[in-house]
């Protein structure tokens, strides 16, 4: 039961923060679920929860996605999910808690220094789409890499959320066979989901009434708090038991 509670309180915050912020869900969500429910049926968990996130967002913002960008973006990740799959079931529990942690600490780093790659382009966007189709199956933190590329042109916001959106819509579609195809949706993992997934939507709608009265931008130091914080935490919690 405690177990049920804490999932249903990672997945509520987790998506209220994102909802108010614009990001954060998985950098937040992850590092936590990994210790409550070990890190490979978090990643598995994750899956479900983002595909769930994506198809909303892409329902609301089609009509501005940048479709050339959105498709090389997700062919990149395409060519770079089956690579993250076999990292994930290759490496140890401890040893993928370990890189979950330090993932989000170092995208934390980056997305908190405001580094922008330089030009944009075809090499770009696949570079990008296939680092975050690795992270995608391995550690389930993919958006980084992507708001990076998307950074490096001059979208409009509409225009950023529905081509990043797309972009996920996409690659959960394909990571989602791949985890089942691999048997990962193990009975813990689909548990969780079921616990997640309505709190998922509460945590949205609480979150979207929060956003009107706090600008996004205000939060986000808030929310790179809360990532170093969980991250450091599930770090600690790998030597302390």
Not at 32 to 43: F, N
Not at 137 to 143: D, H, I, L, Q, W
Not at 149 to 172: G, Y
């Amino acid at each position: 039961m405690l177990t049920v509670l804490g999932v249903a309180a990672v997945v509520l915050a987790a998506a209220l923060l994102q909802s108010v912020s614009g990001f954060g869900f998985a950098l937040i969500s992850v590092p936590l679920l990994a210790m409550l429910i070990g890190a490979k049926d978090a990643v598995a968990a994750a899956s479900l929860f983002s595909l769930s996130s994506a198809f909303v967002q892409f329902g609301r913002t089609r009509r501005s996605v940048r479709w050339p960008v959105a498709g090389r973006l997700t062919a990149g990740a395409m060519v770079g999910m089956p690579l993250g799959l076999v990292i994930l079931l290759a490496v140890d529990e401890q040893v993928l808690r370990g890189m979950i942690a330090v993932t989000v600490l170092v995208m934390v780093a980056v997305l908190a220094s405001g580094v922008r790659p330089r030009g944009e382009g075809v090499l770009l966007d696949v570079g990008a789409g296939f680092v975050s189709g690795v992270l995608n199956t391995s550690v389930s933190t993919n958006g980084p890499p992507l708001v990076l590329a998307l950074q490096t042109r001059d979208f409009q916001p509409p225009e950023f959320r529905a081509t990043i959106s797309a972009t996920f819509a996409a690659s959960n579609i394909v990571g989602v066979a791949l985890f089942a195809a691999s048997g990962r949706y193990t009975a813990d993992a689909l548990a969780a989901s079921a616990v997640g997934i309505p709190t998922l939507v509460i945590g949205w709608v609480v979150g979207a009434r929060v956003a009107r009265h706090f600008p996004p931008r205000r939060f986000r130091s808030l929310v790179f708090g809360l990532l170093v914080a969980t991250s450091v935490s599930a770090l600690v919690s790998l030597f302390v038991g």
